[in-house]
């Protein structure tokens, strides 16, 4: 499916919406393949269901705006592909993917921003657990996007990479579990202020690599966030 919007480096209005389960009484599901994608170029897209199935949704652009990308299941929310907000000129648009019930397993999040913008947002909370393999935000000459991640059970992630590439802040990173595991997080900032890094867990911790504060800071007197890891159980290194 291909949808156009008008570019704008404001922001995006028009909403392309997609509601399975509108009786809310739990039984319809939205479903793509994993060879399917949703093309809506300067557009928000919003998908929601008893349970919520997608392949690519790509909602970048070129001239404006990235649009937001948003996911709210009661049962599950499973990404086969790529979701991708990304602007070449202005802001990344917002992922957000909520389920009140089951599980939420995310491929590659994209909400980079290649100009002067900031990287998008990304926000995902699931009552169960919550696998991601991998989310970008970068900007080259803005801020690099927030990341807050929350699962009721275990929280798994591959990668994050909030950095900004230029002067600007890098993005916060937020990671609340009742276990939590990642294998990579960098929060840089090439000459700005790096992104705080807060871990939070019931259970246990499994530290992967970490990258945080300033390669090059413009200004030394600047205190620099670290790493705030709070858990009653085991940190692993």
């Known amino acids: 499916l291909v949808f156009l919007g008008e570019p704008s480096s404001t922001g995006v209005s028009?909403?392309?919406?997609?509601?399975?389960?509108?009786?809310?009484?739990?039984v319809g599901a939205f479903s793509m393949d994993r060879d399917q994608a949703i093309v809506a170029s300067d557009l928000n897209v919003s998908i929601s269901g008893a349970s919520v199935t997608v392949g690519d949704v790509l909602t970048g652009s070129v001239e404006g705006a990235g649009g937001d990308i948003?996911?709210?299941?009661?049962?599950?929310?499973?990404?086969?592909?790529?979701?991708?907000?990304?602007?070449?000129?202005?802001?990344?648009?917002?992922?957000?993917?909520?389920?009140?019930?089951?599980?939420?397993?995310?491929?590659t999040l994209l909400t980079l921003s290649a100009g002067t913008?900031?990287?998008?947002?990304?926000?995902?909370?699931?009552?169960?657990?919550?696998?991601?393999?991998?989310?970008?935000?970068?900007?080259?000459?803005?801020?690099?996007?927030?990341?807050?991640?929350?699962?009721?059970?275990?929280?798994?992630?591959?990668?994050?990479?909030?950095?900004?590439?230029?002067?600007?802040?890098?993005?916060?990173?937020?990671?609340?579990?009742?276990?939590?595991?990642?294998?990579?997080?960098?929060?840089?900032?090439?000459?700005?202020?790096?992104?705080?890094?807060?871990?939070?867990?019931?259970g246990d911790v499994t530290v992967g690599d970490l990258e945080f504060g300033s390669v090059s800071p413009s200004d030394s007197e600047i205190e620099q966030p670290g790493v705030t890891i709070n858990t009653p159980g085991n940190v692993d290194l």
């Open 117 to 202: 913008f900031d990287g998008g947002v990304v926000f995902i909370r699931g009552d169960g657990a919550v696998n991601v393999d991998t989310i970008l935000t970068n900007s080259v000459g803005g801020q690099g996007g927030a990341v807050n991640v929350s699962a009721e059970t275990a929280l798994n992630i591959s990668g994050i990479d909030t950095a900004a590439l230029g002067g600007g802040n890098s993005g916060a990173i937020t990671l609340d579990g009742g276990s939590v595991s990642f294998d990579s997080i960098n929060s840089q900032s090439q000459s700005g202020t790096g992104g705080a890094i807060a871990i939070n867990a019931v």
């Open 14 to 26: 028009q909403t392309v919406r997609f509601t399975a389960d509108a009786d809310q009484n739990g």
């Open 70 to 107: 948003t996911l709210r299941s009661s049962a599950g929310i499973l990404t086969l592909g790529l979701l991708d907000t990304s602007s070449e000129s202005a802001a990344g648009g917002r992922i957000t993917l909520e389920a009140t019930g089951g599980d939420i397993s995310a491929d």
